[in-house]
């Protein structure tokens, strides 16, 4: 199905004759659960894809917690939203009982990424960060709907380099992202960057509830049910 037929049948009333009041109504109605029931195609084909990654991936934050190491977090755009909310899901928990843990969001700091943008470039934003803030034994999590962002593939490709652990997310063929040989790189194989974004929301949501089920489990405070106490 072309580009045109998709848009024709997600948004009938822009093509052809003006519709009256209820046929408009009807029209909304439809796009509206047809992106509903392609939000449950995408997410139910994505989870079932990447299930063992995405426990790989808590494995490799909670290990990083245990050794007392940071969480690095950055995108652009949308996604830099994305690692705002990452971070803050860490630092500020939501859930009683579940402790505050080190989250550092790289794209809060406007003088210094003006200031990196300006003098060398935007494709150096992260990795400047990296470089002074990392250190071995840190992890850092890059969002992008592509997958092709070069301001993180440079952070990514340095973060390596000092012995950082990477996981990405990423949207389409996974672009870059899917190459450059990180620890865990969840691919949301979808064209549509809404619904790449929703997966992506939902993945570090869970992200953050499995690693402090590990965590619990470190500490011996899990009930019968498996959440912690």
């Not at 299930?51 to 996604?79: C, D, K, P």
């Not at 009683?96 to 969001?105: D, E, I, Q, S, Y």
């Not at 089920?213 to 011996?220: P, Q």
Request: aromatic share 6%.
């Amino acid at each position: 199905m072309s580009n045109k037929d998709q848009l024709s049948d997600l948004y009938p009333f822009l093509h052809g004759k003006p519709q009256d009041e209820a046929g408009m109504r009807e029209a909304l109605s439809s796009s509206i659960r047809q992106k509903a029931a392609n939000h449950v195609t995408v997410f139910e084909t994505y989870f079932e894809k990447n299930n063992e990654t995405i426990v790989m991936a808590a494995r490799t934050i909670a290990n990083m917690y245990r050794e007392n190491g940071r969480l690095f977090t950055m995108g652009n755009g949308g996604s830099s939203c994305d690692a705002a909310h990452v971070a803050v899901e860490f630092l500020h928990p939501v859930t009683t009982g579940r402790p505050a843990l080190t989250a550092v969001n790289l794209t809060t700091d406007v003088a210094m990424m003006t200031a990196v943008s300006n003098d060398v470039g935007y494709d150096h934003v992260y990795v400047r960060q990296i470089i002074a803030q990392g250190r071995a034994g840190d992890c850092l999590i890059g969002m992008s709907t592509s997958g092709n962002s070069a301001n993180l593939m440079r952070a990514f490709e340095k973060a390596k380099e000092m012995g950082l652990s990477t996981i990405g997310l990423a949207g389409m063929s996974g672009g870059e992202m899917a190459k450059a040989g990180l620890d865990q790189c969840l691919v949301v194989e979808c064209d549509s960057i809404h619904r790449i974004q929703e997966c992506h929301v939902a993945t570090y949501h869970i992200l953050w509830d499995l690693v402090h089920t590990l965590l619990a489990d470190d500490r011996g405070g899990l009930n019968k049910t498996g959440e912690s106490e």
